[in-house]
C-alpha cells in the first residue's frame, strides 16, 4: 500500500475471499450472505473503524457495512447479494479518534481518577471539531454537547454521562472523522449464480435409450416420457450426452470396437456429419422444435435441461471442410486426429487453439452456446474443457454471462488439481470430482476437508457423481446393491450438487468391460440400450427418499458447516451438516463396508450444537423414519449393508418432557 | 493475467517467495539460494518450459535459470544471492513445442509404431522453423539435420536416433520459440542481507554497571575491559540500552518508584536532558570519542556494538523545547506524557506522529539513525516500534538501507502477532518473539513450526531471548540455574539468532519484584548495579561451550530444516537441524522439566537422514564430550537436570567397523 500521507496508520490486508489476489472472483448465489474477513490493525492502541464496502458491479456508489473485530485483528463484516452477476467488495478502516478518546476516557473513569476534566475537553474539542462536518441540526446539537462539557454550571458527573452516552456515541460515529482512512488497493469481485449453481441433483441419461420398445431409437418425445419417473425420484437437472449428428468416417462400434457394424449407431461424442455439426439434432432423436418442446415439457416438472458440450468434431463434422485452418494440418497435408501417443483416436479431430484464426474459432463456440441458450438450455455440461486453452473459457464464460447470468457450467475435466481448480477459477460454476475414487473413511475425510474448509471453497463448487458412463469405480462392481445405496448416500449429503448416471444406477448395473477397467460391458457410449425401469430391485424409492430428505433440510442444500464426527470403527464415517442458525442439523453415518454389518460410538458436538448435556435428545432417521432417543455425545449406532447401509438422521434439540405437560405441577 | 494473445496457454500461479501478493520483499542473506517455487501448467498434456528470472535492482537485465518441475505441477527453481541489497525475480513459462514432439515421438518409437515418417518430418519442420531464429552457425547445423530428417536416402533408424538426440534437443531448447510465454505478471522482491542478519549472538549490558568497583558509575571504558569476557562467551553483538542523557522532570527511582532518590541515576529509556537528546551520550559514559574507541575495540573481538532507539523523550529533552509541534499538547497547553489509562507515565512523551510536521519529524529520527551510523554502528534494536506508524519504519529503514544495506534492525515488539509480522514485512530484520512464554514441549512446537514452516518464515527472522531487563519469566524464577541452562539450549539451537541479557543470565538472578510480578527486583532499569562475574557457579563457561557449538555447526546457523521428533515422554523435547547435504545433523533433547530427571525414547528419521538402518551410528553430545553408539530409529536418553538438562547431540553417519581395517581380510 503506498500512503502518499505518513499519518494513514492503518494496515488492512490478508482479505478474505480473494482468490489468486483478487484475479479471480469468488462465488455466491444469490439470497446468501458474502462473509468478508480482513486483517485490521494500526500501531499502538487506538480504536478502529472498519467498513466492508460493496456494489454491483454497473453501480458507481459503494454501500457500506460495518465491520466488527473478531480476535487476533481478525475482523469481519458480510453483504447480502440479491441480484445475479458481479458484486464489487473492498475494506476501508480509519483510527476513529473519538472512539479512542471514549475508551481511554471510560477507563479513567471506572479506575476512579479524578483529574479528568482535561480529559473532558479534549473530548469536548473533537465534538467540536466534528460539528463542523455536520448537517445543520446536528451540527447545533454537537455544539451545545460541547459547550455543556467545557461549562463549569454542570457538575462532573453529568459531564462523565453526557461524554460517554450512546446518543453523543451515535452522532461521533456519523461524523468520525476518515482524513486518514487507508482502502484495500484492490476491488474484489463475487460472482453471483442463482441457487441451482449451489444446489441440484443431476441424473443423467442417453436420450437414444428411451425408447419404450427394445431396438427402437429413442427420441425427444420418449424422453417426454420419461420425465414423471425422473421428476418422482427428485431430479431438477436432466443432462443429456451430445445429441448432435455422429460421423460415420472410423465410427467406433460396440465396446469401442475399432470398426463398427453397419448398424451400430457410434459415440455421441464423435460430434458432426453430413447433417450438421454442433448446432443440428441428430436426426433420429427429433427436431428442434421436438427439443424446445421437450424443454418446455421438463420445465413443467421443475427438470432442466442441461447440455454436453464437447469441443471436438468427427472427420465429417462441417468445419473440417468449412473451416479446415481451425485444425492442425499434418505434413502429409491430413489433419491431425487425436492422440495420446502412442495411442490414436482417428475418429476425433480435436480443434487448435494455437491457430491463428484463433479469434474466429472462439466466435464460432461462443455462438454454439448462445445457439443452444435460444433454445431455452441454461445449464452446460463442458466435456474435457481442460484440453482448450484456459484463457478461451475464461472470455467465453465472462461474454455468455454478460447476457445469460443465469448459465451453469459443469466442468467435466477428471485432471491434476491445480488444472480443475484453475478452471473453477477462470468462471465454471460447478466441477467434477475425485469422489468416485475416494471410498475409505479417511480418503472421503480428507478430501471433503480439502474441498469444503480450505480456500478451495471459495471457487470450487463440487458435483459428486457415483458413477457416469465412463466411470464404473471398483467399490460398485464388487459391493452390490448396498455400494450403490452408500455412494447414493454419501454423493447427496456430502455434496449439496449431486448426480447420478441413469438407469444403470438405479438398476445396480455393475459388470465391467474386463477385469480392471472402469469401463461399462456393452457400454451404452456406444449402443443403444433398454433398460427395464420398472425392475423390483431398483433403488428408486431409495433415491427418491434421499432426494426428498435433500429438498426438505435447508442444511444439505450447501457444503459450509460440514463436520466430521469421531466415531469408532473404521468402516463407519460420521459427518453432520447444520444451518447457521442450527434450525436444520443433518447428522448422516454410513457403513463403508457393503457386505459387512458394523457397529460403532458415535462422538458428538453436544455443546456447539447447543443440546443440553444433561437432558436426552431425539434423533429422526428420515431414510427409516425410525426414531431414537439420545443423550450425551456418545452414542451407538448400527448399520446392516443388506438393509441400509446409512442413517441420515435429523437432530432435534428439544424433546418434551413431564414439565412440558399441564399434569406436572 | 490479461492475455493479449489467446494462443498464450500457460497459467503461472501460487509463486512462493511472496509476501502479501508482492507488496513486501522476502528476506535472505547474501551466500545463500533463494528458492522460487510456482504452479505452473496449461491446457492439455504438452511439455512446458519454465525459467526462473532474477536481477539486480539496479540491473536492467534478467538472468535466467531453469526451473523443474516436482509433482503436481509444481516447480522449483532458485538463484544465488551474492550481494548486498534488493533482487527481483519473476517466472516465465511457455510451451515448448518441441519437447512435446519428443516426448510423444519417444512414446510412439517405444511403442514399436511403425507408420512414424510423418512424426519425423513434423519434427524435420520444427527444426526447420527454428533454424530461422539461430545463429548462422547454429542455422546451418539445424538445416543439415532437417534435410537428414527428409532424406529418403537415410535409415528410419538414423533419423529416430538423430531425433531423439541430446544434440538436436540442446539446440532446439537455445531457440525454444516463446512467442506464447506467459510471464507472471508481478515482478517479487527478496532483500539480502549480511549473514549476521540471520545467524547472531547478542549480550545485552547495561554500560553503567560495567565499573570494577561497587557504586562507581560505569563508562566506555569499563565497557572495554569487559569485551574479552563477552567475546570469550562467543557473543559476537554487543547490545547496550540507550545510552543518552536521562531526564530529571519526573525521575523514576529504584523499582521505579514515582519519587527519585536524589543520586537515583533514572532509567535509560528516559531521553533527553540539558546535556543533549538522541545524538548526544550521558556524560558519565564518556565522550562520543570514547564511544567511537569502543565501537573500534570490540570490532578486534568479533563484536559489534547495537544500540537502542527508544523514539520517545523525557520532558527535558530538547525536542520538547525545539519542535513542540512534535507532540500531543492538552487543552491546557501542558505536553501529552504517555499514558494506557488509567495507568500514567509522566516522565515520558511521546512523539505525535499524526502531527502536521510529521515529514520533518521522520527527517530528524533518520538522522539519528544516520548520526549513530556515522559512529560506526551497524545494529540497531528498535524500542516498540509497534507504537509508531507503520509507514514510517518502511520509509526509515528502505531510506537508511539505499545508503548503508549492512544496517540491521531488531524490532523490540512484545504485541499482537500480526503487528510483529507486519514489522518483519516492513523491513525489520529481525523480530522479538513469544519465545520466553512459550515453555512446554507443546508450546514450542507449535510456536517453532509456525515461525519456520508456514509462509511467516519468509519475511520474519526470530531472535529469542530466554531473559530481558523487562522480562524474568516464571519459569526462571522457579526453576533455578537448570532452567537458566534449559532455555539458554533451547534459544540457542532453536533459533539461529539469540541473546541473553546479562550479567544477570549467567548469574541467574531471578528474584522478581513482587510475586506474579515478570520485572526483577532491584532492576538495573532504574539503578546501577555491581555484578560478579568471576562467581564459581555462574554459567559463564557453559555459555562458551553453547556458542562454540552454534558456531562450528552450520546446522545451527539458520533455521531452516528444524525438526520435531516424537520423544515418549511430555517433559522432553527432541529436534533436530541439518544442513542440506546432511554433512551437519545436530539433535537436541532437553528436560524441559528444571527439577526432575526425565528419561524416554526418542526416534529419529534413520532414513531421511540416510543412516543405515542395519548399522550402528555414533551420536556424539557436543556439551558433555560423551559420545554413544545409537541403532536404528529408537534409542534411549536420560537428562538430570542438575547436571545438565540437555543434550546437543553431533550425528555421526559413519562409524568404523572390522571390514574398516587392514586386519580385516
Same mark, same amino acid.
Given at each position: ?8 496508520? !492503518? ?10 489476489? +483478487? ?19 494500526? =500501531?499502538? &492502541? ?13 453501480? /458507481?456508489? %459503494? ?5 466488527? @473485530? ?14 445475479? +452477476? ?36 479534549? $473530548? ?20 451545545? %454537547? ?26 461521533? #460515529? ?26 441440484? /441433483? ?19 418425445? #420418449? ?24 460421423? *460415420? ?14 448398424? =451400430? ?11 450438421? $455439426? ?15 418442446? @421437450? ?25 473440417? *471442410? ?34 491463428? &484464426? ?17 433454445? +431455452? ?60 475414487? *475416494? ?15 480450505? #480456500? ?64 461399462? @460391458? ?40 460440514? %463436520? ?25 453415518? !454410513? ?6 454389518? &458394523?457397529? $460403532? ?18 434423533? &429422526? ?45
Amino acid at each position: 500500500m503506498e500512503q502518499s500521507d505518513g499519518r494513514a496508520r !492503518v494496515i488492512i490486508s490478508g482479505v478474505k475471499p480473494e482468490v489468486d489476489s +483478487g484475479l479471480f472472483p469468488a462465488k455466491a448465489v444469490v439470497g446468501e450472505k458474502v462473509e468478508v474477513e480482513a486483517d485490521i490493525f494500526a =500501531d499502538g &492502541h487506538d480504536v478502529i473503524t472498519a467498513m466492508l464496502l460493496y456494489r454491483k458491479e454497473r453501480e /458507481t456508489e %459503494w454501500t457500506e457495512a460495518p465491520m466488527e @473485530l473478531t480476535t487476533n485483528d481478525r475482523w469481519k463484516g458480510s453483504f447480502l447479494v440479491i441480484e445475479l +452477476g458481479r458484486y464489487l467488495y473492498t475494506v476501508t478502516a480509519w483510527i476513529d479518534r473519538f472512539k479512542s478518546w471514549r475508551k481511554d476516557f471510560q477507563k479513567r473513569v471506572e479506575a476512579g481518577q479524578e483529574d479528568i476534566n482535561i480529559n473532558l475537553l479534549v $473530548g469536548a474539542n473533537l465534538i467540536a471539531e466534528a460539528s463542523g462536518q455536520a448537517s445543520k441540526v446536528d451540527s447545533k446539537t454537537m455544539q451545545e %454537547w460541547g459547550k455543556t462539557l467545557e461549562s463549569s454550571q454542570t457538575s462532573q458527573l453529568d459531564k462523565v454521562q453526557l461524554a460517554l452516552s450512546e446518543e453523543v456515541a451515535k452522532l461521533m #460515529d456519523k461524523y468520525s472523522d476518515r482524513q486518514f482512512a487507508v482502502t484495500y488497493p484492490r476491488e474484489l469481485v463475487v460472482s453471483v449464480e442463482r441457487v441451482k449453481a449451489r444446489f441440484s /441433483t443431476w441424473y443423467e441419461m442417453f436420450p437414444r435409450s428411451c425408447s419404450n420398445e427394445p431396438g427402437r431409437h429413442g427420441t425427444f418425445k #420418449d424422453c417426454e416420457a420419461r420425465l414423471p419417473y425422473i421428476a418422482a425420484m427428485g431430479f431438477d437437472v436432466l443432462y443429456f450426452p451430445p445429441i448432435h449428428p455422429i460421423g *460415420r468416417t472410423l465410427r467406433k462400434g460396440k465396446n469401442n470396437a475399432i470398426k463398427a457394424a453397419p448398424d =451400430d449407431p457410434g459415440t455421441p461424442w464423435a460430434i458432426g456429419a453430413e447433417e450438421g $455439426g454442433h448446432k443440428t439434432i441428430h436426426p433420429q432423436l427429433g427436431t428442434l422444435e421436438d427439443f424446445r418442446h @421437450l424443454v418446455d415439457k421438463a420445465k413443467e416438472y421443475g427438470i432442466e435441461i442441461a447440455l454436453d458440450i464437447a469441443i471436438q468434431c468427427s472427420p465429417d463434422h462441417p468445419y473440417v *471442410r468449412e473451416h479446415p485452418a481451425w485444425f492442425v494440418r499434418r505434413p502429409d497435408g491430413t489433419i491431425q486426429y487425436a492422440e495420446n501417443p502412442p495411442k490414436k483416436y482417428q475418429d476425433i479431430y480435436p480443434l487448435n487453439f494455437e491457430s491463428e &484464426h484463433w479469434h474466429e474459432l472462439w466466435e464460432e463456440w461462443k455462438s454454439v452456446f448462445l445457439f443452444w441458450i435460444e433454445q +431455452g438450455v441454461r445449464i452446460f455440461r463442458v466435456d474435457n474443457p481442460h484440453t482448450k486453452a484456459f484463457c478461451f473459457w475464461q472470455w467465453l464464460i465472462a461474454e455468455v454471462k454478460k447476457e445469460y447470468p443465469d448459465t451453469i457450467f459443469l466442468a467435466e475435466a477428471f485432471t491434476r488439481p491445480k488444472v480443475m481448480h484453475q478452471l473453477a477459477k477462470l468462471g465454471f460454476t460447478q466441477s467434477y470430482t475425485y469422489f468416485a475414487w *475416494r471410498n475409505t473413511k479417511e480418503e472421503l475425510t480428507q478430501y471433503l476437508t480439502e474441498l469444503t474448509q480450505s #480456500d478451495v471453497c471459495e471457487f470450487y463448487q463440487p458435483n459428486f457423481w457415483p458413477n457416469t458412463p465412463d466411470i464404473l469405480t471398483e467399490y460398485l462392481q464388487s459391493g452390490g446393491r448396498p455400494a450403490f445405496m452408500a455412494r447414493l448416500v454419501l454423493a447427496a449429503t456430502l455434496a449439496s450438487n449431486y448426480g447420478i448416471y441413469g438407469p444403470p444406477f438405479e438398476l445396480c448395473v455393475n459388470t465391467p468391460r474386463e477385469h480392471g477397467s472402469e469401463e461399462y @460391458l456393452d457400454s451404452e457410449k456406444y449402443e443403444i440400450k433398454h433398460w427395464d425401469i420398472n425392475r423390483a430391485d431398483s433403488l428408486k424409492d431409495f433415491i427418491v427418499r434421499v432426494n426428498q430428505i435433500r429438498r426438505e433440510n435447508p442444511a444439505l442444500q450447501s457444503n459450509q458447516n460440514l %463436520w466430521f464426527h469421531a466415531i469408532d470403527n473404521g468402516e463407519l464415517i460420521c459427518y453432520s451438516k447444520h444451518t447457521e442458525d442450527l434450525s436444520n442439523i443433518i447428522l448422516t453415518v !454410513v457403513n463403508l463396508n457393503p457386505h459387512y454389518t &458394523h457397529s $460403532g460410538w458415535v462422538h458428538l458436538p453436544i455443546e456447539p450444537w447447543e443440546l443440553d448435556p444433561q437432558r436426552p435428545y431425539q434423533v &429422526h432417521d428420515l431414510l427409516s423414519g425410525a426414531r431414537y432417543l439420545w443423550h450425551g455425545p456418545g452414542n451407538y449406532v448400527e448399520l446392516n449393508p443388506s438393509i441400509c447401509p446409512a442413517h441420515i438422521f435429523r437432530i432435534h434439540r428439544r424433546i418434551r418432557r413431564e414439565q412440558d405437560f399441564d399434569y406436572y405441577m
